[in-house]
């Protein structure tokens, strides 16, 4: 919960929708640990009485639409300074409730359209979110004061919740809508009449209540692995994982469904740790618009690579599964001590010494 509320010489909007230029809020919640603008904006929100739309409009402007696009990775500068001055929170707090505070951990360099390394899309339509990109644990959701939303849920290499260990879910078990905090009063009459956060938007489901699935593993070393990459994600780069890595396993995972010729690194996987493939989307699909299960086997795959990443790709080039060219494909600024072992495959025909 955030702070009590405190008398204001006024505690709603002007006629004009506006609040005052410098006029601190009535309620000025604090974002929660790792807690995403989007959902920290819809607390507000609710925190005032009001549905997100109005709140909105009453800060923003009704020109200004907020939830017609990914507002957790293209929040404006103006935005987060306004919601420091209003919530009297240091702008360094608010910034970091944005996706790019990710710049340089999980992708290199911040950009506001087309893909970035690791962020999942929301696939927006208007205000509809078609893509399954705000994933979340229900442990996690049900622990604490109020349920809300992670920054972290955004990352597609997480795939586990790193406090609970079990599998994160992208969508409602119940009727399979993704996940949008912001819509959930869209259809309600009455902005008091509040459930929470935590309710589908489209059928009232207590994602609280979802059921946590036990990961799937097929090798609890590179499991290990898994865990201690997503456990990183914060900058927290105790357990080895830092922007370099992160981008070898971003380049060996969009390998594992590459479709060259020649090149069959997954099933070269597959068989040396015995597992089975699931099916897969087909077509285009970069790796941060594919499906939980399917982002969490291939991730399994590459975290097996990884663990031993010299001799493993080496005898999955032996093997004939995978080529020099497709592994410095697409993969500009590539660290160092990756090239050197790539290099080894420049010459295919060492294969046969
Ligand atoms: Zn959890
Ligand atoms: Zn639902």
New binding site residues.
């Given amino acids: 919960m955030g702070p009590s509320v405190k008398t204001q010489t006024a505690q709603t909007p002007l006629s004009s929708g506006r609040w005052p230029a410098t006029q601190l809020w009535p309620i000025r919640y604090k974002p929660l640990p790792d807690e995403l603008l989007s959902c920290w904006l819809v607390r507000l929100a609710r925190g005032h009485g009001l549905k997100v739309q109005t709140f909105c409009n009453a800060i923003f402007g009704e020109h200004l639409q907020v939830w017609n696009r990914d507002i957790d990775r293209l929040a404006p500068p103006w935005l987060l300074t306004e919601l420091s001055i209003r919530t009297g929170t240091p702008y360094l707090v608010v910034a970091g409730t944005t996706l790019r505070t990710y710049e340089s951990v999980l992708y290199r360099k911040f950009r506001p359209a087309g893909p970035l390394h690791w962020i999942l899309l929301l696939k927006m339509y208007h205000r509809k979110r078609l893509g399954f990109g705000l994933q979340y ?1 229900p ?2 959701l049900a622990e604490g004061d109020v349920p809300y939303f992670r920054k972290r849920w955004r990352v597609a290499l997480s795939t586990v ?1 790193s ?2 260990k ?1 599998m994160l879910l992208d969508r409602c078990p119940s009727c399979e809508a993704a996940v949008a905090a912001h819509r959930i009063d869209f259809n309600r009459l009455d902005p008091l009449d509040e459930v929470p956060i935590s309710f589908c938007h489209r059928c009232d489901f207590d994602l609280r209540t979802a059921p946590a699935a036990e990961p799937i593993s097929y090798d609890g070393y590179s499991f290990g692995v898994l865990l201690a990459a997503g456990n990183c994600i914060d900058g927290n780069a105790a357990e080895g994982w830092t922007f370099d890595r992160y981008a070898v396993l971003h380049q060996l995972c969009r390998l594992m469904t590459a479709r060259y010729k020649h090149v069959g690194l997954r099933g070269f996987v597959l068989e040396q740790i015995g597992a089975r493939d699931i099916s897969l989307t087909q077509g285009y699909v970069s790796f941060e618009m594919r499906p939980l299960a399917e982002r969490h086997h291939l991730l399994l795959l590459t975290a097996w690579l990884m663990t031993d990443l010299e001799p493993r790709l080496h005898a999955a080039w032996q093997q004939g599964c995978v080529r020099y060219s497709v592994l410095t494909k697409d993969f500009p600024g590539s660290p160092e001590w990756y090239r050197r072992i790539v290099a080894n495959f420049e010459n295919w025909r060492n294969r046969f010494l």
């Fill in positions: 644990c442990t996690c919740c406090i609970h079990t």
